[in-house]
């Protein structure tokens, strides 16, 4: 089983920063891509940053030179380092990660999970 535990949203003004993480754990043998998503209230949740394993980055329009996604492979953890921000970029982020799997006892790769985070609120006020 793999989980995903999100942490450091939360209510920020106008140009301020934050900087969500997102920590993998469970039975993992490597991770494929990790990204960021946002849904805003009435709206369908859309990708906002993607990184590969190695390293490469992409991101959505809106948030390109504001927003810089980062990970430590070393402990399964993405990072959205999140700056001018504003009133449209309030919504849910969640995180997502393309997880190998393994098992106790078996060696190499088990299995193949796309993983969710339960999503943390990030308000940004006017």
């Known amino acids: 089983q793999v989980q995903l535990v999100e942490s450091g949203g939360g209510l920020v003004q106008a140009g301020g920063s934050l900087r969500p993480s997102c920590a993998a754990s469970?039975?993992?043998?490597?991770?494929?891509?990790m990204g960021w998503y946002r849904q805003a209230p009435g709206k369908q949740r859309e990708l906002v940053a993607v990184?590969?394993?190695?390293?490469?980055?992409n991101y959505e329009d809106s948030v390109k030179g504001r927003f810089t996604i980062s990970r430590d492979n070393a402990k399964n953890t993405v990072y959205l380092r999140m700056n001018s921000l504003n009133t449209e970029d309030t919504a849910v982020y969640y995180c997502?990660?393309?997880?190998?799997?393994?098992?106790?006892?078996?060696?190499?790769?088990?299995?193949?999970?796309?993983?969710w985070g339960q999503g943390t609120q990030v308000t940004v006020s006017s």
């Open positions: 997502n990660a393309e997880v190998l799997t393994t098992a106790r006892g078996v060696p190499g790769i088990t299995g193949r999970v796309n993983a």
């Open positions: 469970g039975t993992i043998f490597s991770i494929n891509n």
């Open positions: 990184i590969t394993s190695g390293g490469s980055t």
